[in-house]
């Protein structure tokens, strides 16, 4: 059977198992796994039990911190050749019960061609996809070469370092020759990089007095209105992106922003300080002696923490009563727009959507950063969101077909 028929197989394949994708992905919803606390063990065991199902599976459970579980399922064609992962996450934002659900968080339910639930777009639907077309694949092993790898990782929305950070240390199963990250964006947007990442804490101290008697007293949160602002300079600074970069976002923009929003290629292409938190005072009438702000900084490719690091130093260090420290952190990272993976995965949207791809750079953060920090080429393609981290978190199963029969096409990244 040549490449053509395999992928015509598949594609049918897929189609049958519509149903069977639905009821994976509800049972997985229907299980709460809220980070915080990164507790995954209810949902791998959910996971497991469908993945038991794969004909020659061979499962790991991974469990480095007590209750944070990840998966590892291993496909062996039996003929040498090279490894393709397939990479999601078990863990989802709080199930924010105080917002206007008009459905369980943990329903799963359907109404009008839509499912509803914490983590069905972000990224449990995803999951399904990857299960699925793990699957197929192991089912139809004759016809290509080579392994296929499942990563379900824990610890995702508390950065991954317990999860696929700790697969990829631990486990050499779970690197490979190319990455399919099912997290959330769009079916139409190949990603092949992504922001760099700085989470800073800036604390400012003062001296106590009554609010009427300022002149006694030092303000801390003067002190720390001083610092933001120059935090927020940051957003100031030259990016010296490679040309293969720029291009591949200025080509994008038509198709992406109509997908992520007007101003995407901009955001894309600049320094963002976004101040998410403060904190200082207790009561109007006195001087506040404390406060404190958290800051996420998203550093675009073409500039890298420690000239982020170092201007902070140099404009928060010479401000009296403030200091400052990173809490998380990680570079931008992306894999060449030209590469296989990259060329292939676009390629197979077309054929199975009957449209152009874009090739793009993605926002916000994913597991495809652990990857490409290994040196494995990382794209991630997956669901639409609608409503992620809201009330009525939601997927339409149009989409989630389409995405099925995409990422099993995006297969033929394998010797067949």
């Given amino acids: 059977m040549n490449a053509g028929a395999v992928r015509a197989e598949l594609r049918r394949r897929v189609g049958d198992a519509l149903p069977r994708l639905v009821d994976m992905t509800q049972r997985l919803v229907r299980v709460a796994s809220p980070n915080p606390p990164s507790d995954t ?21 991974v469990e480095p911190n007590p209750r944070v579980v990840s998966l590892i ?29 008009t459905a369980s968080p943990l329903g799963a339910e359907i109404r009008g061609g839509r499912m509803y639930g914490r983590g069905v777009s972000d990224m449990k639907g ?5 299960i699925l077309a793990v699957t197929l694949l192991a089912e139809t092993r004759h ?40 997290d959330v964006g769009s079916p139409m947007v190949v990603r092949f990089g992504e922001k760099g990442l700085l989470w800073v804490e800036i604390e400012a101290v003062g001296r106590p007095a009554h609010g009427a008697h300022v002149h006694k007293g030092t303000n801390a949160i003067d002190r720390l209105r001083e610092a933001l602002d120059r935090v927020k300079d940051l957003e100031r600074l030259t990016v010296d992106a490679p040309a293969m970069v720029t291009e591949a976002i200025r080509r994008a923009m038509p198709i992406s922003e109509a997908h992520s929003g007007a101003g995407e290629a901009e955001t894309l292409q600049r320094l963002t300080v976004n101040i998410g938190t403060i904190s200082g005072g207790i009561s109007p009438n006195l001087v506040p002696t ?20 170092a201007k ?20 931008p990272s992306f894999t060449d727009p030209d590469h296989a993976v990259v060329r ?40 639409t969101p609608f409503n992620m981290g809201a009330a009525d978190e939601l997927q339409l199963q149009q989409f989630e077909h ?12 394998c010797e067949c």
């Fill in 290 to 309: 404390s406060a404190i702000a958290k800051a996420d900084i998203r550093l675009p490719v073409g500039i890298g923490l420690r000239t982020v690091e």
């Fill in 143 to 182: 016809a290509w070469r080579g392994e296929i790898v499942l990563t379900l990782a824990g610890d995702e929305e508390n950065m991954g370092a317990l999860g696929t950070g700790h697969m990829l240390d631990a486990y050499p199963i779970a690197k490979g020759d190319a990455v399919i990250c099912g």
């Fill in 73 to 101: 399922v291993r496909i062996d064609s039996g003929r040498p050749g090279r490894r393709l992962v397939f990479n999601g996450h078990l863990d989802t934002f709080p199930l924010g019960e105080d917002l206007p659900w």
């Fill in 126 to 130: 995803g999951l399904a996809c990857s």
């Fill in 344 to 383: 292939a995965t676009a390629a197979a949207v077309e054929e199975v959507l009957g449209q152009r791809a874009a090739i793009n750079m993605r926002i916000g953060g994913s597991d495809a950063r652990w990857y490409r920090m290994h040196g494995v080429p990382t794209v991630v393609l997956g669901l």
């Fill in 312 to 331: 902070l130093a140099e404009w928060l260090g010479p401000l009296e009563g403030v200091a400052w420290r990173a809490t998380r952190r990680f570079e």
């Fill in 402 to 413: 389409r995405r099925q029969a995409d990422q099993l096409q995006r297969s033929r990244c």
């Fill in 41 to 61: 063990h209810e949902v791998a065991e959910v996971a497991a039990s469908i993945l038991a199902s794969i004909p020659g599976g061979e499962i790991i459970r």
